[in-house]
């Protein structure tokens, strides 16, 4: 799902101010992220924005063919290519659907409209089993949601906000770090920028990163840094790139090493997949290039 906002919020409104609206809260199994949008229309205004295709396209993308209960559907969120599967559809109350985006990333997303004085209190709940693109996509969601909000108005959505700002908030206020890398750009010299964090000690983490021969000869190419804080580790990659043609390569090779290094501190024995590989290098092409 997260992933898949990035691109999105690149023509959604916002309020210019870096303040997280939402919340992610820890599961056991998992993470949710939890907005709730008061709104001063009737409950059946609300609802037939989340649900008509032509209002969700206003503010989300174009859907195909609409929520029907149990048929897959397709959403277009500015050339961001979404499915899913409607799990329930109660109006004008609850839709409850799957998302899933072309890097192969789930999650379980379930808006509700609830009847209070006044207007309608509108829920949105978003549940993964990971981390990854939380902070991305919770900065992408509150864009959105902004979006809807001058939608319902009759307005259309305002001026772009600083959707990196957000993303950041959002990191410093639920202790978590991105998953996207970022190219940057000091004194000429551009580089790629990482910054994760790791549920594990600094040594560790230290052994878990340089643990691949085969990923040995980037590690040693790039500037790595690692923090301590308390029993979690921040690790910041800044790696020079030589030719901006192999900027979306490189990149995604840091990006799946990054993945893997998590997978092995959890226990489980990483496999970074030709396809993951080339899925993440069209997606870092594509927002390098908007950048």
């Not at 609850?94 to 509108?122: H, N, P, Y």
């Not at 319902?152 to 770090?177: K, T």
């Not at 004194?187 to 920028?193: L, N, P, Y």
């Amino acid at each position: 799902m997260e992933s898949q906002l990035t691109g999105e919020l690149q023509r959604v409104s916002a309020s210019h101010r870096a303040e997280p609206l939402g919340r992610i809260e820890r599961l056991r199994d998992g993470y949710v992220l939890a907005f709730d949008r008061q709104f001063d229309y009737p409950r059946s205004y609300v609802w037939n924005l989340l649900t008509e295709p032509t209002q969700v396209a206003k503010w989300l993308g174009k859907l195909t063919p609409g929520w029907e209960l149990g048929k897959e559907y397709w959403l277009d969120m500015g050339g961001d290519l979404s499915s899913g599967t409607v799990l329930q559809l109660n109006p004008p109350t609850s839709l409850q659907i799957t998302f899933d985006d072309s890097m192969g990333l789930e999650s379980l997303l379930e808006w509700r409209v609830l009847k209070c004085d006044g207007g309608a209190l509108f829920q949105l709940r978003a549940r993964s089993e990971t981390s990854a693109f939380l902070t991305e996509g919770a900065a992408g969601w509150q864009l959105i949601l902004d979006a809807l909000d001058h939608v319902a108005a009759g307005r259309p959505p305002g001026p772009d906000a600083d959707w990196a700002a957000l993303r950041d908030a959002y990191a410093a206020e639920f202790n978590l770090s991105h998953t996207m890398g970022e190219l940057e750009t000091t004194d000429g010299v551009t580089m790629i920028h990482f910054d994760r964090r790791f549920e594990a000690r600094l040594p560790t983490v230290k052994d878990a990163l340089t643990a691949d021969p085969s990923q040995q000869p980037r590690v040693e190419q790039a500037e790595v840094d690692f923090t301590a804080s308390g029993p979690a580790t921040m690790v910041t990659v800044r790696h020079v790139v030589e030719d901006p043609g192999e900027a979306a390569a490189l990149m995604a090779q840091w990006h799946a090493h990054l993945d893997a290094v998590g997978v092995d501190l959890d226990g489980d024995t990483p496999h970074i997949s030709v396809r993951k590989l080339r899925v993440l290098e069209d997606f870092y092409r594509a927002n390098t290039a908007a950048e």
